[in-house]
C-alpha cells in the first residue's frame, strides 16, 4: 500500500524550503515591513519588487544606515519610468551620459516629483489670481447699496428734476432717470398738470373779481322815480 503512494507521486515535485515559505509570507505582508538592515541582498531582490513608491520609500527610511539603493535602484528607474514616461527617462540617461555624471534614480525621481510639484503650484497661483482679479472686476460693475439720503428737492414730476440728476454718481441711475423724465407717460403728466393750473388761476380770477353796477344807471333810475311819483304831481 505504502509502494502505491509512493509510486503515484509526482517526483517533479518539490516540498517549498522553509526560506521560500518566509519569503512568501514577507511578499503577502510587504505593508507591514520597516527595517530590512541585516538581511541578505539576495533575499530583498526576491521581497523589495513587491513594494509600490510608499512602501519601498518606508523600507528605505527604517533601515538606516543599510545602503539599498544595489537593489532598489532599478526598482525607483522603474517607478521613474511609470510616472514621467519611458522617454523622459530616456532623455534623463542621456544627459547624464553627455555630462559624464552619475545619480540614483532615487533621486532623479524624488527631484522630478518636486519638479512637477512646483509646477503645479505655480499654475494653481496664476489660476487663483486670475480668479481673484476677474471677481474683483465683477464686482465693481455691480450696484451698490448705500445709506446715503440724496438732500430733498423736487422729485421726478418737478420742474427741478434734471438738475436732480446730478447727485446721482451711477451713470446707470442718470440714464435711468433721463429716459424715465422723457417717456411719454411723465410727458403727458405734466402738460396735464400744467393745463390744470392755468384752468384753476383763470377760474380764481373771475371768481375774485365781481362785476360792480354803473354809478350812472343808479342816478337814472334815481331821477326817472323822481319824477314818475304821483304824489309831487298833485
Excluded at 540617461?93 to 519638479?115: D, N, S, Y
Excluded at 383763470?202 to 360792480?212: F, G, K, L, M, Q
Aim: aromatic share 6%; proline share 5%; hydrophobic share 30%.
Amino acid at each position: 500500500m505504502s509502494d502505491q503512494i509512493i509510486d503515484s507521486m509526482d517526483p517533479q515535485k518539490k516540498a517549498p524550503s522553509l526560506v521560500d515559505l518566509c519569503i512568501n509570507l514577507a511578499i503577502e505582508n510587504v505593508r507591514y515591513i520597516g527595517s530590512v538592515s541585516g538581511l541578505d541582498s539576495n533575499l530583498l531582490e526576491r521581497i523589495l519588487p513587491h513594494c509600490n513608491i510608499t512602501q519601498l520609500t518606508r523600507i528605505e527610511n527604517c533601515s538606516k544606515g543599510t545602503d539599498l539603493s544595489p537593489v532598489t535602484d532599478k526598482l525607483w528607474k522603474r517607478f521613474y519610468e511609470m510616472e514621467y514616461g519611458v522617454d523622459n527617462a530616456n532623455r534623463v540617461i542621456e544627459r547624464m551620459q553627455q555630462k559624464k555624471v552619475q545619480f540614483k534614480w532615487k533621486q532623479l525621481f524624488e527631484a522630478k516629483k518636486k519638479e512637477r510639484e512646483e509646477a503645479e503650484n505655480k499654475i494653481s497661483k496664476k489660476l487663483k489670481q486670475s480668479y481673484a482679479e476677474s471677481l474683483a472686476e465683477k464686482q465693481s460693475r455691480q450696484t451698490r447699496m448705500t445709506t446715503k439720503i440724496p438732500p430733498s428737492k423736487r422729485g421726478f414730476w418737478g420742474g427741478s428734476g434734471s438738475s436732480h440728476l446730478t447727485n446721482y454718481k451711477s451713470p446707470l441711475m442718470k440714464k435711468a432717470k433721463v429716459e424715465l423724465l422723457k417717456s411719454p407717460e411723465v410727458i403727458n403728466h405734466k402738460a396735464v398738470k400744467r393745463t390744470f393750473q392755468s384752468s384753476s388761476t383763470s377760474i380764481s380770477r373771475s371768481v375774485a373779481a365781481p362785476t360792480r353796477p354803473n354809478n350812472s344807471s343808479r342816478i337814472n333810475g334815481a331821477s326817472s322815480s323822481r319824477s314818475f311819483n304821483p304824489i309831487s304831481r298833485r
